[in-house]
C-alpha cells in the first residue's frame, strides 16, 4: 500500500514573499553608506590693514643740549653773577673763587723758576770754563763730564719751573668761570659764600637751537614698537599748541625704579609758546605692521596655542591653523600672521568641528570665496 505525503499547503501570498525575499536576499544584507555630515557654519573673510592702537604719554620740554658750568679747580665762591631765567653768551664771566691761594702758588712758582735760571747760568759757565781747560789738560775728562751732566740737570730743572709757572698761571684763570656757550640759564648748584669742588656744577644752561620732549615710555610698549613713529606734542593746559616731532634718542638701558625708558622726541618746529620745562603730551599709534581683527569666538586651542578653522573654498573643508595674537580686545581678537588676507575662518560653531569636516558656509561669506 502506497501512503503519499502531501507538502504543506502554502497560500500563493506567502509563497510569492517569500520567493522575493529570497531573491533579494544578497541585496538586503548590504545596506547604503551614510551620507557625511555636513555642518553649518557661520564664517568671516579676513582682511588685513594697519590698525594700531593709539597710546598718549606725559612727558616735559627740554633743551637737546644742556650744558653744567663748573670750576677746574676747588675754592670758595666769591660771587655769581647770573640768576636761573638769565641768558648767558660766550666768554661772559658767570662766577669767581678766591684767587688769592692760587696767586700765592704763582707767586712761589716764579721764585722757583728764579732759582732754576741762576742755577742754569752757573753750570753754563762751568761747562764752557771746563771746556777749554780739558784740552791744555789743566782738568781732568772726568771733571769736564760732571760739569756736562750738572749742565743737563740745570736746564732740566728750568724746564720743569717753567711748567710749574704756567700751572700756577692757569689756575689763576681759573678762578673766574666763563661760559663757552650761548643759552639760557635753568639751574644753579652753588651759592656765593660756599665752598665748591672741582667740577660741580655752579650753574646750568640750556644751550640755544633745538627743544626735546621728553618721556618715560614702558617696556611693553617698547617691544611693540617696530620702527621710531611720528609723535604729536601738544601741551596740556592748551592742547590747541602742539607740533610734530620725531624719536631722537632711546635710553638703551630701563631705569631701575620704574622699569620705564626715556625717550627723547625732537620736536620739528616747537611754537616759542612750548616753553623749557612745559608739561607735553605726547601721542602715537603704536604697532603700523598689518593685522587683522576677528571675533573672539573664533580662537580654538590647538598644542596649548591659539588657532582658528580655516575653510577650503573648493572642498568646503575646514583646517586647524595657528595664528599669532597680538592683543585680546573686548569683542575681538586682533593678529597679525597665521593666516593670509581673504581666508575664511569659521567664527561660530567652531567646537563642533574636526580636520577634514565638510562644512555648509553662511551666503554672505561663501561668495567671496568662492
Not at 48 to 58: A, C, I, N, Y
Not at 187 to 195: L, R
Request: glycine share 8%; proline share 7%; net charge positive.
Amino acid at each position: 500500500m502506497r501512503i503519499a505525503v502531501q507538502p504543506p499547503f502554502v497560500s500563493s501570498g506567502r509563497a510569492t514573499g517569500l520567493a522575493l525575499c529570497l531573491l533579494l536576499a544578497p541585496g538586503c544584507a548590504r545596506q547604503p553608506p551614510p551620507a557625511p555630515l555636513v555642518r553649518p557654519v557661520l564664517t568671516a573673510v579676513v582682511h588685513f590693514g594697519d590698525t594700531g592702537e593709539p597710546v598718549s604719554l606725559s612727558g616735559q620740554i627740554e633743551a637737546q643740549n644742556q650744558t653744567n658750568l663748573a670750576f677746574r679747580i676747588g675754592g670758595r665762591l666769591v660771587e655769581r653773577r647770573v640768576s636761573i631765567g638769565d641768558t648767558v653768551s660766550p666768554g661772559q664771566l658767570v662766577a669767581r673763587i678766591e684767587s688769592q691761594d692760587a696767586k700765592n702758588a704763582l707767586s712761589s712758582a716764579q721764585a722757583d723758576l728764579a732759582a732754576a735760571q741762576a742755577t742754569l747760568v752757573q753750570a753754563r759757565n762751568n761747562e764752557s770754563r771746563y771746556k777749554s781747560l780739558v784740552a791744555t789738560g789743566v782738568v781732568s775728562r772726568a771733571q769736564y763730564d760732571d760739569a756736562e751732566q750738572q749742565l743737563a740737570a740745570a736746564q732740566s730743572r728750568v724746564s720743569a719751573a717753567n711748567a710749574s709757572v704756567q700751572s700756577a698761571r692757569d689756575n689763576v684763570g681759573y678762578t673766574d668761570l666763563q661760559s663757552n656757550v650761548a643759552g639760557s640759564v635753568t639751574a644753579k648748584g652753588a651759592e656765593p659764600g660756599e665752598v665748591v669742588q672741582a667740577g660741580q656744577m655752579i650753574v646750568q644752561v640750556a644751550q640755544k637751537g633745538g627743544k626735546d620732549a621728553v618721556f618715560n615710555v614702558p617696556a611693553a610698549l617698547m617691544r611693540r614698537s617696530t620702527k621710531p613713529p611720528m609723535v604729536t606734542v601738544a601741551l596740556v593746559d592748551d592742547p590747541r599748541i602742539s607740533t610734530t616731532g620725531h624719536v631722537r634718542e632711546i635710553s638703551p638701558q630701563a631705569d631701575p625704579t620704574t622699569g620705564t625708558y626715556v625717550v627723547k622726541v625732537a620736536l620739528d618746529s616747537p611754537p616759542d609758546t612750548m616753553r623749557l620745562g612745559a608739561t607735553v603730551v605726547g601721542s602715537v599709534v603704536s604697532s603700523s605692521e598689518p593685522v587683522a581683527s576677528i571675533p573672539g569666538a573664533a580662537l580654538i586651542q590647538v598644542n596649548g596655542k591659539p588657532a582658528v578653522w580655516v575653510v577650503d573654498p573648493a572642498k568646503r573643508t575646514v583646517a586647524a591653523r595657528p595664528v599669532e595674537v597680538v592683543r585680546y580686545e573686548t569683542a575681538a581678537t586682533v593678529i597679525s600672521s597665521g593666516v593670509k588676507n581673504g581666508d575664511i575662518v569659521v567664527i561660530a560653531g567652531v567646537h563642533a568641528l574636526r580636520p577634514g569636516q565638510q562644512v555648509k558656509l553662511s551666503q554672505a561669506a561663501a561668495q567671496p570665496g568662492a
